[in-house]
């Protein structure tokens, strides 16, 4: 089913894949779910290892949580600090990660991840040249990754938002729209753009609706 779908459709594609890696920190930490763990990057290290760049709240369990993957063997160094919004920014090498050498090797890029329960990782790509999805999933699951794919999607040939969004967005937070207090309101904006007040106020709903959506879909 995966590769008919795959192979019939555009060269730019956009994947969610859940990934489950043999035996490493991931699959230790992530067996219950109870901790939400963002994955910022996925690098390879060395010739078998790799790198990640994790985030998760921070509560009163991170420490036995840190300690756990400093324990695993497939670990070799965690460094751990503090970001401004009081989140647990760690960076975690491993001595060996199939997962994340397959994904340098692909022609696929990583926008983003998180952790599920069972130990598995929810993979959102997009990728390359036609058929780097489907080898991809070959490659993780020839390594040992429990691979799924849930589903493949067109990249929509527009951006996130529209010339004209981006235009009126861009022009409001210039002016002070969105500063607090507020160094132009509504009327006098639409006045500068020569739009109606009506108007401009529902291109801007629009894209902040669009933004809104698309920061809460890859949290």
Known sequence: MFEKVYLHSVIMMEASIVVRPPDTWVTTLCTTGEKR???RTCLPYGSKGGRGLIEFDDDMDNAGLIEKIRAHPSVERVEISRTEDGRISAS???RSCCASQALAASDCFLMSACSMGGG???WKLVTGMEGSLLSLVRSLRDA???????????????????KRQEEVLRTAVNEGYYEMPKRIYLDGLAKKMKVRPSTLGEILKRAEKAIIEDYLENR
């Open 120 to 122: 598995r990782v929810r």
């Open 37 to 39: 763990v963002q994955f």
């Open 92 to 94: 975690v090498i491993n």
């Open 144 to 162: 040992g990754c429990e691979t799924e794919v849930e589903w493949v999607r067109s990249i929509r040939e527009s951006n996130l938002l529209t």
